[in-house]
């Protein structure tokens, strides 16, 4: 099975509980404004990879040492064989190496919409992060963008691991961006604040360094 994928990168630790591995999709259809992942939007055939050479990449990566699996994009659920054939290889991972990490996946598609239309992906997650974000709304809440993104509970799991999260505060103390180089590419992962991608850039281009371009704008 190919999917579709823009990043992999570990160790994660600003989407989700402790150090996680993380899978940015490729390809989303939702197009929120405000996004600063536009460079996940597009379908792009050269990124597909196999569901396995992904999953034999998380094993070599992590040695089996980590917390969780985090799932965003791009938009995962706009490639929902490929996301269930990923879900199906982790939890088979899980089990057979005895392994007890989560997975969380986020999503830009309204809760209602995901539980009608993919109920059994949802079966295989232990905590989701659905709805658009909403540029007009403010970050208020530890790994979401803005405040209509609830965190889902969705399994034994997901409850004894994020139920402490659910109405968890975004505040100064908490690490919401983390940098990542790669190749000639610097990247972000995480959740900015209204405003810090564009002062980050500010700060760089004081300091003579000047984005070619970047991902929260066209
Ligand atoms: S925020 Fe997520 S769902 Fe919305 S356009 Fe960006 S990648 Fe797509």
């Known amino acids: 099975m190919k999917i579709s994928v823009n990043k992999a990168h570990f160790p994660v630790t600003v989407l989700g509980h402790g150090r996680r591995i993380g899978i940015w999709l ?5 197009r929120c404004k ?27 990566t992590t040695q089996g040492e980590f917390d969780g699996v985090t799932i965003s994009g791009g938009e995962p659920f706009d490639q929902p064989a490929a996301l269930g054939a990923l879900l199906d290889a982790l939890i088979h991972w899980r089990q057979s190496a ?8 986020y999503s830009g598609y309204p809760l209602a919409t995901l539980q009608k239309r993919h109920a ?9 992060i659905p709805e658009p974000f909403a540029d007009a ?18 399994s034994e799991r997901g409850n004894a691991r994020y139920a402490e999260y659910v109405d968890a505060v975004a505040d100064e103390s908490n690490k919401r961006i983390q940098t990542m180089i790669d190749g000639g590419k610097v990247w972000f ?17 004081e300091r003579g360094l000047d984005f070619g371009q970047v991902s929260w704008k066209q």
């Open 26 to 30: 490729q390809g989303c259809s939702i």
């Open 34 to 60: 405000g996004c600063v992942s536009q460079d996940t939007w597009a379908r792009d055939p050269g990124r597909d990879m196999t569901v396995a050479q992904l999953l034999t990449w998380c094993r070599q």
């Open 98 to 105: 005895g392994l007890d990490f989560d997975i969380l996946c």
């Open 120 to 128: 059994r992906l949802l079966k295989k997650l232990d905590a989701l």
């Open 137 to 154: 709304r403010p970050l208020t809440h530890l790994w979401r963008g803005s405040s209509n993104q609830p965190l889902v509970l969705l």
């Open 189 to 205: 992962a995480g959740i900015p604040a209204r405003g810090d991608m564009e002062a980050l850039e500010k700060i760089c281009q």
